[in-house]
């Protein structure tokens, strides 16, 4: 089924306070280099690249003063939140292009505003750590427990709602790797967590079908796409990587199937380091997995 014309925003975030691996601040721009901009304008999408939400040099800032960098990131995602609201209510596609999984809390605490929001998290990790059980510390690995409510005050609080999300219009998708802490509060909240046993055992189409269904009553769809959910051979250039992740074609089949749902109004693609990366590898899959997610067909 063909997608309509999109007006898609392009908004950089070159987020590298979430997390202690240099390099993530450059994927918006190593994920433009390779082409997103023209690709989503061949399917026929009208683009408006809005440039990347400042952010505060990481060697400016003092972690004594700041611990893992919260307040920095809670000014980030205040931004980041306004220009989300911005273009999700003006009837546009936002792109936020990262940048750590820590600019998640800026992008859904801002397209939730224009209407109740599934969020499928396709990630290996399940960004449900709070700083209490956080084994690193690192706010990248919080997002998702902060916009569900529990989290640093100053984040969780951020555009005066709280939760941003309801637990029932979550699900997590191509999981892997979860910290005690992670496990219980999914089991707490009785999240839908879809992990890569479900898709070694059910097959890919029947699990992300189940994925979209379980979604189905929200109003809209946002979809968080961390490039290490895919195995660590075909997108080597991300911080976290974990083995056994999906195939490349077990992520287009997601993103293909997605696009035929017609449901998604805003998409994360976080965690790009193109330090790590083999000649900008990871940002060409980014880029690659974002045209299916727009109707890209090979038929």
Known sequence: MPVPPRDIHVIGVPLDLGQSLRGVDIGPGAVRYAGLGPALRALGHTVTDLGDIEIPKRDQLNPDQDPAFAKAIAEV???????????????ATPIF????????????????????????????HGDLNTPDTSPSGNIHGMPLATLLGTGLPDLVQLGGRNPKVLPEDVVLLAIRELD?????????????????RDIDERGIAKVVREALDHLG????????????????????????????????REAQ???????????????????????????????????????????????
Request: hydrophobic share 40%; glycine share 12%; with cysteine.
């Open 97 to 124: 292009v990262g940048g750590d999984h820590a600019m998640s809390i800026g992008s859904v605490s801002g397209v939730t505003a224009a209407g109740r929001t599934g969020i499928l998290w396709i990630d290996a």
């Open 180 to 196: 005690p802490g992670e496990r219980a509060m999914a089991l707490d909240l009785g999240l839908k967590v879809l992990t890569m």
């Open 217 to 248: 009553h929200t109003e809209r769809l946002h979809v968080s796409l961390d490039l290490d959910s895919l195995d660590p051979s075909v997108v080597p250039g991300v911080g976290t990587p974990v083995p056994g992740g999906l195939t490349y």
């Open 253 to 299: 089949l997601i993103c293909e199937t997605i696009a035929d749902s017609g449901r998604m109004t805003s998409l994360d693609l976080v965690e790009v380091n193109p330090l790590i990366g083999d000649h900008n590898r990871t940002a060409e899959v980014a880029v690659r997995l974002t045209e299916s997610l727009f109707g890209k067909a090979i038929l």
């Open 77 to 91: 995602s205040a931004k980041l939140c306004a220009q989300a609201e911005a273009s999700a209510t003006n009837g």
